[in-house]
């Protein structure tokens, strides 16, 4: 493989076994099977990528990923429910929008508050979400960012952040997930589910 | 996401989903991570694949992929020391050329005999290895196919045609994978091997 001809085809291997998900092994079979597809995948997938690499941007609103300045979600006056969901993510964001069940719009953090890593407020679009408040009128924030450690410190953060601005704010629910077995759960999530258990309807 | 200005990106999705390794929920990610690394990952890989579908060909002689007509390994003539090597895919080409213990050249077959799948000779490159023979004043063939059925099968098809040619034809011998323990091995591996056992040098 040290021959000169090969090495574009190298680089590309190196270059697709830095996706998340490849290495190495199937960063090769993957570009086998595309030169092997040469006419209906490889070409009409590396036209996309350019594409989407010259067009795809984060929506100056929310942060999500759009190829308008201003993404659909945020210019959709139908969106306009006065909810605002925060998110750490925009693998989130469409995680939520895949549910189907969230009407209102999004505001992607693009990350946990982390002081080691020098990302503070700001690098989390804080300043933007205290104006959309106003500017969007809402009346709630619904903060979902992940049950973790740093999901939920930046959480409360937030909560702390717009306690003066009065609008109602609330998390996910913690408990046993759809379809869980108890028995492969780990105690946190037991602990949380059994604090927040709900009376039986009758 | 079935909004408009994401029709693109989903495009993007669902196209690298159909890679070997990756589903629609790993191209997610992978385009989500390409996607923050615009500068750094997306634009030079959507670069090197539009130049690699451009550019790679199979090389006319021996079948592997290459950027040229003639693949280096076909071009030099240090690998021309009589041997040819028959794989089934370039994929086992690069494997071999991995170990780096063969100093020959390679005839690609492009898969095995299958009449069920309208795969004859032609299609596999048979009468382009026969030429070849003569052409690279070949004294050994090696038949290095997977030791599976359909692999097996058309070795022995490629022996009977090469019969009367009096051209040496050998295969990759069978038998304990370095590192294998035989508690993991299966029955038709321990067999092979036991059949193939070797005296041991004293």
């Known amino acids: ?32 099977h595309l ?31 759009s190829t308008l300045e201003v993404c659909s979600i945020c210019a959709s006056e139908k ?20 549910s189907g069940m969230f009407g209102g719009r999004y505001h992607v953090l693009g990350g946990t508050l982390s002081p080691l890593d020098d990302i503070g407020p700001e690098a989390l679009r804080m300043p933007r979400l205290k104006d959309r408040i106003t500017s969007e009128a809402v009346q709630e924030v619904i903060l979902a960012l992940n049950a973790t450690v ?28 759809i379809g869980g077995e108890l028995d492969y759960l780990d105690d946190g999530t037991i602990s949380a589910a059994l604090s927040a258990r709900k009376e039986m309807p009758r």
């Open 150 to 177: 740093d999901g939920q410190t930046t959480a409360h953060y937030i909560a702390g952040e717009l306690a003066h601005t009065g609008v109602a704010m609330t998390t996910l629910a913690q408990g046993v997930p």
């Open 35 to 65: 030169i092997k597809k040469r006419d209906t995948q490889m070409q009409p997938l590396s036209r996309m990528l350019t594409h989407v690499a010259e067009t795809a941007r984060a929506c100056l609103n929310c942060g999500n990923i």
């Open 1 to 32: 493989m040290a021959t000169d001809d090969l090495s574009d085809l190298n680089a590309l291997i190196e270059m697709m076994a830095k996706l998340p998900g490849l290495g190495p092994r199937s960063a090769r079979r993957a570009v086998l």
């Open 79 to 98: 969106r306009a429910n006065g909810q605002i969901c925060v998110v750490e993510e925009v693998s989130d964001l469409w995680a939520m929008e895949r």
